[in-house]
């Protein structure tokens, strides 16, 4: 049977089962209360309205908001009512209370009768074990303390069962359905609150002296749980408050942090996600129908003929929506509407500024952009070419024919062109009569010279305009790459300068001048032979950059930093040196090499100074298998005791992290390695890793503190603090450039930071003679011969899985 009938057949059940138990035991109060009114009427009301209150005040025995039990305490009125209602009253008091309750917080029937009987059996229970008790001489006090532990536990487990049975969702991120320390803490409250009004009822509390009664003797003890009940409604209602602006805000960025290029069912998924951050839900899901009862929902128009519901649920006993949540939730779906708006209208303007007007074919400056994506995004076999073509002749056809011929002649080579290329490869026009294609998903130089003469033979068919016809002629440049290249523009040149060749050769006259193709001799190949001997000598070097404690002003960590400089290419970038060495094979044994040389160079620092106790290296997340990098790590950590070896996972790589991967993280923690979550904000970012990937460190990337004047960014990272503090792991902030930016990030509450106002990444001799001379102080004092220190203009590449850095 699937979920929602199981759950259909126990609201049938329980709604009938625990209808009758209220109406037997509400009806039997009432008689009950017939019988001596003016005692026992001022009293039930008492104790309705403290029922109620106990109702409202609600607590959670799980770590998961929405996904684990809550449970009120509405039996703390059974001793207050003992001195004046028998126990069958007291009972009936206690479902009409939670009933009145629920009704007028959900306005549901069925979760009202649900919730009202279960409070009641559990009450019958309470009262039952506190009977036992009394037979085997246990005194009043004690035996309410056990009784109340017998409470919880009868309503635990029957919200446990019936969870299970309507196999609600359960995912929690690894975190268990029932917190012991909440529950542990529950039954402990209400153990001593529930002993404390047993003995208030007894010791005459607040009614001391002769000639107390019944009633005096329960109001008191009524007022005493309805001053419990109000303060814990109060404290949750602060502490909601909190929870909601934060989610707001964290859900309203991710909204906004949707591309331009993000579809219809990507704002979608951004839209659900960011309602159960800000609401609180336990599912959200797009559909066409309206929302049924105990749901929230609302109408949102993706485009003008894609209208559908996007629809909250909650569980029913986990508390009914609220006006606020209602209004939230309906801000977010506002705010998501007007998200995709702007994006059609910015993908409108942005189409238009790069687009060629006359052909209908990107721009120079999209096939820049388009050219820098496709070599810094291309896997680690896959191979690109440039062509770059030009069109012979082509002013002789403008002056004879005239420029509407021209015109028509470029609409058409470049029509033909992008037919004849594949859907992934890229053609533009880039001048009067010049084209360039990207083509991509290449294994071999000879593949690209396939598709370069497919892509002549159809654009130099004839042409026919009216009376007339051209045949058009085009001289190729074909430029080939099988690695990433450190300077793709470097790659345009070869292809622009081949070519020339061809066309120098047409004027010549020469023996290749029958020829319309030229291939570059690009260098590659020596570029990749470098690197591999780099590698393989170990000749790579590793800078360290501080972190730093904003609360003690001291250095605790440094980051190693991937550095190479070639003696013929120069400086080269750690992103291409990484991708280089993947395409090589060679990725884990940089990463051993650069891990090896880090922890030495970390004990070498803590000698220096003892403060320092931790080391961290950046990692892609599949490196930590144990076939591949995982019992390395394990060794070289246990090598250097004293030393904290932190594993820092970029985002790329953390985005789709397999059970695996998350377990062997789990583990390599357990032993006591760090794993960190590295720049986090940035354009490959996702909530989602907040709690798929296992980790002790997020670290913030510094897009999302360039501007800590605006609100927005301050109050998003207190909220990515906040979840810090709840899910127990710590927050480092890089990118700190100055001093006033430190401060700002001290006052919000971030303890740790990484950036060039605490230091640039520096040698290990470098390192050692700073620690020597100054300790671990976070920022030493300015020399007349320190370098200038790098401004927010100027930053080193951090997307690399090996090389992140500020």
Known sequence: MSRIGV??????????????????????????????????????????????????????????????????????????????????????????????????????????????????????????????????????????????????????????????????????????????????????????????????????????????????????????????????????????????????????????????GDSTADVAESLCEAVSVAVGVQSVALQAEPAATGQIGTRISFTDDDARFVVARRDLMDGAFTRVDRRAFEALAATAELVMQARRNLDGITARANTDALTGLPNYGAFQEALDTINSKRGEAEAIAVLFIDLDAFKHINDTHGHQAGDSVLQVVGQRMRQAVRPHDVVARVGGDEFVIILTRLSAVSEAVGLAETILAAATLPISLGEITLSPRLSIGLAFSALAETDVAELVLDADESMLVVKKARRRGTAAAASSIHISAHRSSQYKADVARAIDHDELDVAYQPIVSLVTGKIWAFEALLRYVDPEFGAISPPALVEQAKNLGRFDLLTRQIAVRAMAAAAEFRLAEPAIVCMAINVDADQIAQDRLGAFFEDLFLQHPGISLCLEFNERSAVRVSPSIRQQADRLRDLGILIALDDYGSDDSSVDSLVRVPMDILKIDRSLVDDLDDIRQREVLTALQGFGDNLEYSMIVEGVEDEAMADQLARLGIRSAQGFHFGVPQTFVETIARLDAFGAQAVRPARPDDPPRPTNTVRVDRRSAMTHHQ
């Open 7 to 260: 759950e259909g057949v126990l609201q049938r059940v329980s709604f009938g089962v625990f209808g009758v138990l209220g109406l037997v035991f509400i009806v039997g109060s009432i008689g009950v209360i017939a019988a001596d009114p003016s005692t026992r009427a001022p009293a039930v009301l008492a104790g309705l309205l403290c029922v109620m209150a106990l109702e409202i005040a609600w607590i959670r025995v799980g770590s998961v908001a929405h996904r684990s039990p809550a449970m009120s305490l509405p039996v703390l009125v059974v001793p207050a009512l003992t001195p004046v209602l028998p126990d069958q009253a007291i009972i009936g008091v206690i479902m009409l209370g939670v009933f009145m309750a629920l009704l007028a917080e959900s306005r549901r029937l069925d979760v009202s009768v649900y919730s009202a009987g279960l409070a009641g059996t559990a009450s019958l229970f309470y009262i039952l074990i506190e009977w036992l008790l009394t037979l085997v001489a246990v005194g009043p006090v004690p035996a309410a303390g056990v009784a109340s532990a017998g409470y919880v536990m009868f309503v635990l487990a029957v919200e446990v069962l019936r969870m299970r049975l309507i196999d609600a969702p359960s995912d929690r991120g690894g975190r268990p359905l029932i917190s012991p320390l909440r529950l542990s803490l529950l039954i402990f409250v209400l153990a001593t609150l529930a002993m404390a009004s047993v003995y208030w009822a007894d010791a005459g509390l607040p009614t001391p002296g002769i000639g107390r009664t019944a009633l005096q003797t329960a109001g008191g003890t009524l007022l005493g749980s309805l001053v419990v009940a109000l303060v814990a409604i109060v404290a949750r209602t602060v502490l909601h408050m909190r929870r909601r602006l934060s989610g707001l805000v964290l859900g309203s960025s991710i909204l906004s942090a949707t591309r331009s």
